[in-house]
């Protein structure tokens, strides 16, 4: 395992301890999603497969703490870790604003896959949620992510080939 | 090398699918089988991540609790700096209310506007106009006293001016009604002008500090008996043979809230009793307050009498208990002394002992008669001296005498008995 894959696994960890320490201060209604920035700043330096896993397992863990949907978050988890490392090479470069957009397009990605698979939302308030605080959440996932993509360039500095 | 990145891509898509079928896997799991396993995992793996989760949620809980905390302070800040302001609305409404009655008719009530502003042209606007029966040149007044007159009336509202105004006058007098003058506007630097001046008053008609001086009615605007402001003090003015005077008003601009406009015939008809009832309960206060000091004072003076009337007579007393130990001492010396002297016969005692006798006397009479000089000069009961020198057996019986004969209107002094000559001899 090399200092690059150190750094990723490092900067993984920190992204999701954050995901349980600073979220609850915030206590928005459409809050950022920092699981989904890990598992996409992550899902880039990765192969597919791997991605794949790493979201399973990772949308496992927050099923866990759910109350019904249990392996909904695995499967979009899955799904949009696969589709981060397959399109890194389309997405990852040195642009704010373009891995701005890609960690907004990957949390409503995965809104869109939860709540369909979840099945708890039908109708109108479907569509509200995913029309409306979806994407608004996406924003804020997307603002908290380019802020970590900022203070975190030291870290990932090792761009992929 | 394609064929190693063809089965690369394969793999990732198997793993894919993989996760995908594990997904729906678990996710179609029943709840006896499912559960369990997510407590598992929230329990292993997940422990850490509850426990930080639960740490955030405390301290975000804490935050809010002192945020929310500090809103109801302020907010009780606020409501205690509202409370305040209604309660002295609320005086304001109510003096104004037992002004109506003692009125009884022949007013407006109306609010002051624009008080705030009145430091620039001194009017205020009133909610009362022509509609309510409001004419030029009528009086404005506040419980306090006078505030101004009518200057203009619109059909729904009108303008005042207010005594600050340069245009203001009032007659005017003091209580007594012995010195009159006219009050005006006192034009004078910032920190005296907010006051107002009595002008003309006769030179002979000198107005002490405190002095009230009210509405005289001889301008035909204001009725008579208005309080207007109470002296200061007398002011320099280039006339020579008048009195000015420096007026604390009354009413203050900054306060006007609510008012009375009266009408023409009111005014006319006088509104002495309006105000002159709070100035005698004043007057009536101040005398039975000064009374009762009295009173208190009185009573503290005689109590001091009668402790000092105390004092002397338990000198007394000492001095006849000295007197009769020397006289023992002798007779005890004498191998066949006389038959002693009946206790209260001490004049025919003291003329049957000898020269020894007589000279221990001395010391004796001489301070009854300081004490006695005492108590006349401390307003003990005239005459008690003379009766206290007379023997031991009279101060026994002084001293016998129950405190309430101390305020007792007592026979004026007698001159000192022999006693006393013979004991300065």
């Known amino acids: 395992m090399g200092g690059r894959a150190l750094r990723t696994i490092l900067a993984f960890v920190t992204i999701v301890l954050l995901h349980y320490s600073v979220r609850p201060f915030l206590g928005w209604r459409a809050e950022p999603d920092f699981l989904t920035v890990a598992l996409l700043l ?19 863990a927050r099923d866990a703490l759910l109350a019904q949907g249990f392996g909904s978050s695995a499967i979009a988890f899955a799904v949009v870790g696969f589709g981060a490392a397959w399109l890194k090479a389309a997405f990852f470069a040195d642009n704010l604003a373009l891995n701005g957009f890609f960690f907004f397009l990957g949390k409503w990605a995965y809104d869109l896959l939860f709540f369909i698979l979840e099945g ?8 509200i949620q995913l029309g409306v605080w979806s994407p608004l959440a996406a924003a804020v996932t997307a603002t908290a992510g380019v802020l970590l993509l900022i203070l975190m360039r030291p870290l990932l500095q090792a761009s992929p080939t | 090398m394609a064929r190693a990145g063809r089965f690369e891509s394969r ?20 709840p006896h089988l499912r559960d369990p396993l997510a407590s598992t995992i929230r329990r292993t793996v997940l422990a850490p991540l509850v426990s930080l989760q639960r740490t955030a949620e405390l301290t975000r809980g804490a935050l809010d609790t002192y945020e929310s905390r ?35 008719w022949g007013f407006t009530p109306a609010e002051a506007l624009s008080a705030s502003s009145a430091a620039e042209d001194f009017t205020v606007t009133l909610t009362v106009g022509s509609n309510a029966g409001i004419r030029p040149n009528s009086p404005v007044v506040a419980p306090e006293g006078l505030v101004g007159m009518v200057h203009t009336v619109d059909p729904t509202m009108s303008l005042a001016i207010i005594w600050p105004h340069r245009d203001f006058r009032v007659s005017a007098m003091d209580a007594d009604g012995n010195a009159f003058g006219i009050v005006q506007a006192h034009l004078g630097r910032e920190p005296e002008s907010y006051l107002l001046e009595l002008r003309g008053v ?3 008609s000198e107005l002490k500090e405190g002095t009230l001086i009210l509405s005289s009615g001889l301008g035909g605007v204001y009725p008579k008996g208005i309080p207007i402001g109470t002296v200061l003090r007398e002011i320099e003015t280039p006339e020579g043979w ?18 009375m406009v009266l009408d023409p015939q009111r005014a006319n008809e006088g509104v002495q009793h309006v105000w002159s009832r709070p100035a005698a309960r004043d007057s009536t206060t101040r005398r039975i307050v000064a009374a009762s000091d009295s009173i208190a004072r009185r009573a503290a003076q005689a109590e001091a009498d009668a402790a000092r009337r105390q004092a002397a007579i338990d000198s007394i007393a000492r001095g006849a208990e000295n007197a009769q130990q020397p006289s023992a001492e002798p007779r005890a010396q004498t191998p066949s002394p006389p038959p002693a002297p009946a206790a209260g ?42 009766r206290e020198n007379r023997g031991s057996d009279s101060a026994v019986r002084r001293d016998s005498t ?21 004991g300065r001899s």
């Not at chain 2, 793999?11 to 029943?30: I, Q, S």
């Not at chain 2, 609320?90 to 009125?103: H, I, K, P, Q």
């Not at chain 2, 000015?244 to 009413?251: M, R």
Request: charged residues 20%; glycine residues 8%.
């Open chain 1, 42 to 60: 992550a899902a880039v330096r990765m192969r597919p497969g791997s991605a794949a896993v790493t979201g399973f397992l990772l949308g496992l």
């Open chain 1, 120 to 127: 708890r939302l039908g109708g109108i308030d479907l569509a």
């Open chain 2, 11 to 30: 793999f990732d898509l198997v793993l894919l699918v993989g996760c995908a079928f594990l997904g729906f896997f678990v996710r179609a799991l029943p």
């Open chain 2, 70 to 104: 500090t809103i109801s302070l302020d907010s009780l800040a606020l409501q205690a700096m509202e409370a305040r302001s209604l309660a002295a609305e609320n005086e304001t409404l109510r003096d104004l209310l037992a002004m109506g009655a003692r009125l009884r």
């Open chain 2, 202 to 204: 006769a030179y002979r």
């Open chain 2, 242 to 259: 008048t009195r000015s005077y420096l007026i604390l008003p009354a009413v203050r601009p900054q306060d006007l809230r609510a008012v």
């Open chain 2, 345 to 386: 016969d001490s004049q025919a005692g003291r003329r049957g002992t000898q020269g020894p006798v007589r000279q221990d006397s001395a010391p004796r009479d001489t301070s009854t008669s300081r004490d006695t000089a005492a108590g006349r000069d401390s307003t003990s009961p005239p005459g008690a001296a003379g």
């Open chain 2, 402 to 422: 129950p405190p309430r004969d101390s305020t007792r209107q007592l026979p004026p002094p007698v001159p000192p008995p022999d006693t006393t000559r013979s």
